[in-house]
């Protein structure tokens, strides 16, 4: 069979020959129960579906009241809207008249099914059945593939025909340059980043100037624009997210725990290039402090126990921002033959936010995983048991109250 325009049908020669035999082609052929026309217009495939689910529909029509309810329906949806449906996405973009036979099936199918008279409205019908009409069905046919095809559901034949043409909201905007507080600032560099809470990530632009450094978050939270001024910073660490390169945080204290705010870029040549154009800023500054530098001043008591490992933990790569990297401070036990974990937590000359006291792998979300995948063989001994589930209600409620103070 050969596709195309009428016209350009003409000009070719309809004989082929093959090994000395001479084929003609045809005008419809007939694949997998779905007849195929010249034109792709499948008005023939509509046809021969449409006899077909009037006949059966006719000798249903006869028996329809020595049927049940429910038997009526199982008849109904074997012969008349399983046909319907089937192949049905190849009809996407059929013009309205060519569809007109098969929602005049599906009409009449609803009318046997209810015993309605062909004079009664008949979307009321099609609400109660929960049927769409034939057009609506072959989109949601289309729209159910490509769901599936995306998560990965489908047959490998479909997902290869099929592409994701993803555009983020962050690559169709860019930074709002209107909100300089200055006119004098001249813009350095812009990129895409997120800035890191303890429980979310929040998307938007940075834009990196000769005076400041800007975010402007997507949603507008917690501020349409949260600016920082380069003078202001004291401390810059680069940090690393979800075992990646990616972090920078910015204090603007010596001995705060909460940094001003902490950046997660999408790569890491973005992050360093801020890095960098901040520490050439910031040399002349600031003085860089070192483990060293830190355990001197605590020596000479210039640092209190609390701000020195407060330092440490920065110095280790960890953050209050990120959960799963969160400070850390040693066990404080008091009572080592008690059920209960004894001793204090939170000593009271502690400021806040609170610290998790634990080994250097304690963190809210390692702890938890370690409790509740406790072998189903510790937990039949009841005393145990006890003990696990008090723990579990400990950090349970720790890590609440923790999280509150955000």
């Known amino acids: 069979m050969v596709f195309g325009p009428e016209p350009l049908r003409d000009r070719l020669d309809h004989m082929i020959t093959l090994d000395g035999i001479s084929l003609t082609s045809s005008l419809s052929v007939r694949n997998l129960g779905v007849t195929f026309d010249q034109n792709l217009s499948f008005n023939s495939h509509i046809k021969t579906v449409s006899t077909s689910a009037f006949f059966h529909l006719r000798n ?13 329906e ?59 009409p034939v057009k609506f069905r072959i989109i949601f046919k289309i729209l159910l593939l490509t769901y599936k095809v995306l998560r990965g559901l489908a047959p490998s034949y479909l997902e290869e025909l099929i592409g994701a043409n993803l555009q983020s909201r962050l690559a169709r905007t860019s930074f709002d340059k209107n909100c300089f507080q200055s006119l004098t600032e001249r813009p350095h560099m812009e990129c895409a980043a997120e800035m890191v809470l303890p429980l979310v990530c929040n998307p938007g632009h940075i834009c990196i100037t000769d005076e400041s450094l800007y975010f402007q978050p997507l949603n507008g ?12 910073v004291r401390r810059i660490y680069k940090r690393r997210h979800a075992l990646r390169p990616l972090g ?15 950046l997660k870029f999408y790569s ?17 500054h600031m003085v860089e402090h070192t483990a060293e530098s830190y355990m001197l001043q605590w020596q000479r008591g210039l640092l209190s126990n609390y701000q020195y490992l407060l330092h440490l933990n920065n110095l280790a790569d960890r953050s209050s921002n990120d959960l799963s990297q969160y400070p850390v401070f040693p066990w404080i036990i008091a009572d080592y033959s008690s059920v209960q974990l004894g001793g204090s937590t939170r000593p009271e000359a502690m400021p806040d936010p609170p610290f998790m006291y ?38 349970l409620s720790w890590y609440c109250w923790t999280l509150s103070t955000y």
């Open 268 to 284: 890491p040549a973005d992050r360093d290039e801020v890095y960098y154009h901040m520490a050439s800023f910031l040399e002349n």
């Open 358 to 395: 634990g080994s250097h792998y304690s963190s809210p979300g390692y702890v938890l995983f370690y409790l509740v995948r406790v072998g189903t063989s510790h937990t039949h001994n009841t005393h145990t048991h006890t003990i696990i589930v008090n723990c579990l209600s400990s950090v």
């Open 60 to 72: 249903i029509s006869k028996i329809r009241k020595l049927l049940m309810q429910h038997d009526a």
């Open 248 to 262: 920078l945080e910015l204090f603007c204290t010596e001995n705060d725990v909460c940094s001003d705010i902490y």
């Open 221 to 232: 939270y917690p501020e349409q624009v949260i600016q920082i001024k380069l003078q202001g």
């Open 74 to 132: 199982k008849l109904v949806h074997a012969f008349v809207p399983s046909r319907l449906d089937y192949c049905n996405s190849l009809l996407s973009g059929c013009p309205n008249n060519s569809l007109r036979s098969p929602q005049l099936i599906q009409n009449a199918a609803a009318r046997v099914l209810t015993g309605i008279d062909h004079r009664d409205h008949i979307t009321p019908v099609m609400a109660s059945l929960h049927w769409l």
